[in-house]
């Protein structure tokens, strides 16, 4: 859980940094903010996945036949 929040922080101090430079108009602030939604999407949600599912609390949520059966009764 600590590395998530280590990781969060990062991105949004990126985010922000990239808003900055948009801002001055900085020629690479689009480069910034670019490989700041690529680290979200590459690093970032992998791990906030893998930490979510790894110890099967997504089982409850999965509709498999003998769930349906008890909410058609």
């Known amino acids: 859980m600590k590395l998530i929040k280590i990781l969060f922080a990062i991105f949004l101090l990126w ?3 990239g808003a900055v430079l ?3 108009e900085h020629p690479k602030a689009e480069v910034v903010m670019g490989l700041g ?6 690093i970032l949600m992998p ?3 893998y ?3 790894k110890d099967g609390k997504y089982k409850k949520y999965i509709l498999d036949s003998d769930k349906n059966k008890k909410v058609e009764d």
């Open 15 to 17: 985010m922000i940094t």
């Open 22 to 24: 948009l801002n001055i």
């Open 37 to 42: 939604v690529f680290y979200m999407a590459f």
């Open 47 to 49: 791990v906030f996945i």
């Open 51 to 53: 930490y979510r599912y």
